[in-house]
């Protein structure tokens, strides 16, 4: 039985290790039988990359530094070059300084709130503008955000104005890019144990609020992020665009939790 991205061609930024929900999503996407195209931002990421990519049964291991035009630009090119048809992009880049997620949102530097904005915003856009004319007869481009891009989260801070900045990258997108059947959506997923999650003060902290409140009563499971990406990739989510999908168990909608919200 054929998977739902047979004969699929996709390209995955972002990928940092194991645990990351890039990884996460190249795993389902090869599952359902996509053709994987994987990248690393400098040579301090090439062999970890390298060696994921060979995981995973990636058919070119490429670089891209999203911050980088000429970057883009080559990937663009050498992807052209090889004839490659691309059905999906996965975007899942994101950064701010470190220090700017552990103090006073009102502290943040005008070059640490440039930085979170250039990596986890505008690089949608500059992969979009890069790859979408790839896209022959249409496909799927997605990107990760979080809770916070909407609501206060504790210590997240400039990385959630840039969410939304993200979010709205994501509408703006969806209707440049519908006339050519190209279909641009966020996932918005829950807290995760993730390397760039770690980054972020008393982070425990927030999955342990999240179990006891959501309505599932539980954090979000990596491969439910990946098989909403699935979902979005393949025929089956041709008619959605410009969205914000939540895989968080449900904590989007909550106000105040019960007092016995442990269940």
């Given at each position: 039985m054929p998977g739902l991205l047979e004969a699929k061609t996709a390209v995955v930024l972002g990928i940092a290790n194991r645990w990351s929900l890039a990884?996460?999503?190249s795993e389902a996407f090869r599952r359902e039988g996509a053709r994987l195209i994987v990248t690393y931002a400098g040579d301090r990421q090439k062999l970890t990359v390298e060696e994921l990519g060979t995981e995973l049964g990636a058919e070119r291991v490429l670089a891209c530094d999203v911050t980088k035009d000429e970057e883009l630009a080559a990937l663009a090119a050498t992807l052209k070059e090889a004839g490659v048809t691309v059905n999906t992009v996965v975007h899942s880049v994101a950064f701010a300084n470190r220090e700017d997620l552990s103090r006073a949102f009102v502290e943040t530097s005008r070059a640490g709130y440039a930085l979170a904005q250039d990596v986890?915003?505008?690089?949608?856009?500059?992969v979009s503008r890069a790859l979408s004319p790839l896209m022959n007869g249409g496909g799927s481009i997605m990107t990760l955000s979080y809770?916070?891009?909407?609501?206060?989260?504790h210590n997240y801070n400039v990385m959630g104005v840039a969410k939304a900045a993200?979010?709205?990258s994501v509408r703006y997108l969806a209707n440049d890019l519908g006339p050519s059947n190209i279909r641009v959506n966020a996932i918005s997923a829950g807290p995760v144990k993730t390397a760039?999650?770690?980054?972020?003060?008393?982070?425990?902290?927030v999955l342990d609020a999240v179990a006891r409140s959501a309505p599932l009563r539980r954090n979000t499971d990596p491969?439910?992020?990946a098989d909403t990406?699935?979902?979005l990739a393949s025929d089956l989510g041709r008619g959605?665009?410009?969205n914000v999908l939540y895989v968080d168990a449900g904590f989007q909608i909550m106000g105040i939790p019960a007092p016995d919200a442990a269940g």
């Amino acid at each position: 039985m054929p998977g739902l991205l047979e004969a699929k061609t996709a390209v995955v930024l972002g990928i940092a290790n194991r645990w990351s929900l890039a990884y996460a999503i190249s795993e389902a996407f090869r599952r359902e039988g996509a053709r994987l195209i994987v990248t690393y931002a400098g040579d301090r990421q090439k062999l970890t990359v390298e060696e994921l990519g060979t995981e995973l049964g990636a058919e070119r291991v490429l670089a891209c530094d999203v911050t980088k035009d000429e970057e883009l630009a080559a990937l663009a090119a050498t992807l052209k070059e090889a004839g490659v048809t691309v059905n999906t992009v996965v975007h899942s880049v994101a950064f701010a300084n470190r220090e700017d997620l552990s103090r006073a949102f009102v502290e943040t530097s005008r070059a640490g709130y440039a930085l979170a904005q250039d990596v986890s915003a505008y690089s949608l856009i500059a992969v979009s503008r890069a790859l979408s004319p790839l896209m022959n007869g249409g496909g799927s481009i997605m990107t990760l955000s979080y809770l916070g891009s909407t609501r206060v989260v504790h210590n997240y801070n400039v990385m959630g104005v840039a969410k939304a900045a993200l979010e709205a990258s994501v509408r703006y997108l969806a209707n440049d890019l519908g006339p050519s059947n190209i279909r641009v959506n966020a996932i918005s997923a829950g807290p995760v144990k993730t390397a760039s999650a770690r980054g972020i003060r008393d982070f425990s902290r927030v999955l342990d609020a999240v179990a006891r409140s959501a309505p599932l009563r539980r954090n979000t499971d990596p491969a439910e992020v990946a098989d909403t990406a699935v979902f979005l990739a393949s025929d089956l989510g041709r008619g959605v665009t410009g969205n914000v999908l939540y895989v968080d168990a449900g904590f989007q909608i909550m106000g105040i939790p019960a007092p016995d919200a442990a269940g």
